[in-house]
């Protein structure tokens, strides 16, 4: 009983450390640092610090199935000030990336569908349209939530923040972010 335990912790923990930027986790001290830097902690089901913790003592239900990792705004404070090194933040999306490929994400956490629309935006027509890739996401998940956000949009827009013609990358460019995209779906990404 012990003995399947502990093969189940070394089995996620190996999977976590041999993606890339997960090679570390096992350098955390827990020293809370990630948490308390963190914009979005009290969002998520389980801190950062709490989901490494997880994650080594092998829960990987409770990891996998949690949504720390989606609500990760990729802001790499808690990167900057980790004392052992170690880039919570790529831990984060490793996580994501395991997640998607074992259990699919929660329908609560639409952060994934936002990747795949975006990526599949890109290879399809060779340009990144924010305005419409963010009205397709919210047609395709919470029609009603795009009522609400249209005075913050109003507001990119006013600013230059969000144009509302598409950006057609050149085409070297483009052709190294569709092997970007392509490399990352053969890895079973999103
Ligand atoms: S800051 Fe670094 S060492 Fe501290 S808990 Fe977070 S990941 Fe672990
Ligand atoms: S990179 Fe993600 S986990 Fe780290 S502080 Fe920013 S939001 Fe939090």
Same mark, same amino acid.
């Given at each position: ?10 089995? =996620? ?19 809370? %640092? ?54 919570? %933040? ?11 490929? &074992? ?7 639409? %952060? ?5 629309? =975006?990526?599949?935006?890109? &290879?399809? =027509? ?31 827009? %006013? &600013? ?6 598409? &950006? ?23």
């Amino acid at each position: 009983m012990v003995t399947a335990k502990v093969h189940g912790v070394n089995d =996620f923990i190996q999977e976590i450390s041999a993606m890339p930027g997960g090679e570390k986790i096992n350098l955390c001290i827990q020293c809370g %640092t990630c948490s308390a830097s963190c914009p979005n902690a009290n969002k998520m089901d389980y801190t950062p610090r709490e989901l490494i913790a997880l994650a080594r003592a092998g829960m990987r239900d409770e990891v996998l199935s949690s949504n720390t990792m989606w609500l990760c705004l990729s802001c790499y404070l808690c990167t900057v000030r980790c004392p052992r090194g170690i880039v919570p %933040t790529y831990i984060m999306h490793a996580l994501e990336h395991l997640s998607m490929r &074992h259990y699919r994400t929660r329908p609560r956490v639409r %952060t994934a569908r936002l990747y795949r629309l =975006f990526s599949d935006t890109v &290879h399809a =027509f060779g340009m990144i349209p924010r305005l419409g890739c963010m009205m397709a996401y919210f047609l395709q998940t919470n029609p009603l939530k795009a009522l609400r956000m249209i005075r913050p949009a109003l507001g990119l827009l %006013t &600013h230059g923040r969000m144009p509302i013609k598409a &950006h057609k990358l050149e085409p070297e460019p483009m052709k190294q972010l569709k092997a970007i995209l392509d490399k990352a779906e053969a890895m079973g990404g999103l």
